[in-house]
């Protein structure tokens, strides 16, 4: 991003920071679900559930590979992470008033926001870039 001060990059750094962050802690909350789930039996092992926790789990670890790769499918990647994220979310929010299932389901959440908000802003970027360029010819 080439002609912004120092302070945007570290603000850009610190956003990255903590999306890479969100997405290790969501991660690793829906592994320590889907154990907690096996150990509570019933419909804590409902097949939907324990899957959605998998692919939650996945995602989660693919878009930490993706951007800290720099690839240009992680925007691709980061959206469909927080779909996935915001339906795990509702999967475990029917465990009403169990705390690992309402854990896990704030977790997923927050990154499901952190994944939006960046697609937010690397698509404005887009929009700056873009006018930036029909300016410059």
Not at 61 to 74: I, K, P
Not at 107 to 131: F, G, H, P, Q
Request: glycine content about 4%; charged content about 35%; aromatic content about 4%.
């Amino acid at each position: 991003m080439k002609g912004q001060n120092n302070m945007e990059e570290n603000h850009l750094d610190e956003s990255a920071k903590e999306l890479l962050a969100s997405l290790e802690q969501c991660k690793e909350v829906c592994l320590e679900t889907v154990m907690h789930s096996l150990r509570e039996g019933g419909d804590y092992v409902k097949i939907d559930h324990i899957r959605i926790l998998l692919d939650c789990s996945e995602i989660c670890g693919a878009s930490v590979n993706f951007l800290m790769r720099d690839s240009d499918y992680a925007g691709n990647i980061i959206e469909l992470c927080a779909d996935i994220c915001e339906e795990c979310a509702e999967s475990c929010e029917l465990f009403d008033g169990h705390e690992k299932m309402k854990e896990c389901a704030t977790v997923c959440r927050s990154c499901a926001e952190k994944c939006r908000e960046a697609i937010t802003y690397e698509e404005e970027e887009e929009l700056l870039d873009e006018r930036s360029d029909e300016e410059a010819e």
